[in-house]
């Protein structure tokens, strides 16, 4: 079954080439069932390629599902033509009385700030808030993830010396959740962050449970027991030349960037990214779909309550 997208959306044509099923809000009117409803609050300031990575792990599922694109503020992006915000995202306030089965926030590039410090976080707290009692589940991506840990428990991240870049080893710590099912006992996922919360911390919140984690990443999966909060520390969702193009952006801007680690072949910029965890972040977000969402949402989303 296929996502549907706003009309003329740049991301199907990208989406298509690729063999996505995917369609327009006019032939998904014509389908007689209850589709899925899932937002995407777009935080990262090039929201055109955030949108085809997530859109494509929304894809792999036989459940039909309505996208919204919500927007937190009117001020214009950095790196997104303020036409095509006009044209396909929504206001927050827009969709402030909707529920949804799924929510999406993801991550943002405001490693150095404090939380207070952000121009939005006000909005932040308020959407996080609503979360609660509007959505089913709702999945947290790095910053936004570190974000919702201080809004929701009081834990505040650290800042590391160096920033964690490249894709990393992890292992899965409770192969019975229903968000792991079928991932290998060890994977690969990238991160691209300064952000740490400690393992001590997230063991400290009861509701909380560690579903995978790196030696140097530490915790990557946290899910909450009612499956309604889930937290990505890295980005399962980067296409194989995110790394790469972060990297020469570093190296634009801070002149000596550590290379990416276990990401080039034989650690050399000049050679060839390896993409080695696409399969896995697909697998998450259909497992997400599946089993925290479709299976655990009431069939009239009036019903859901905090």
Known sequence: MPIRIPSNLPAQNVLNKENIFVMDSQRAATQDIRPMEVGILNLMPNKMETEEQFLRLLSNTPLQINIDLIRIDNQAPKNTPAAHMDNFYLAFDDVASKKYDGLIVTGAPLAHLAYQDVKYWDKMTVIMDWARRHVQSTLFSCWAAHGAIYHFFGKNRALRERKLSGVYQHKVQNEHDELLRGFDPVFNAPHSRYGEISLA??????????????????????????????????????????????????????????????????????????ASWRAHGSLLFTNWLNYYVYQNTPYDLAKLTD
């Not at 449970?209 to 990557?220: Q, R, T």
């Not at 309604?228 to 002149?255: A, C, M």
């Open 201 to 274: 911390d997230y063991g400290s919140i009861p509701e909380l449970n560690i579903l995978a984690k790196s030696e140097e990443g530490g915790a990557y999966i946290i899910a909450s027991e009612d499956k309604r909060l889930v937290f990505v520390t890295g980005h399962p969702e980067y296409d194989p030349e995110s790394l790469k193009q972060e990297y020469q952006r570093d190296l634009l801007n801070n002149g000596n960037p550590h290379i990416p680690v276990n990401y080039f072949v034989d650690d050399d910029p000049s050679k060839e990214p390896i």
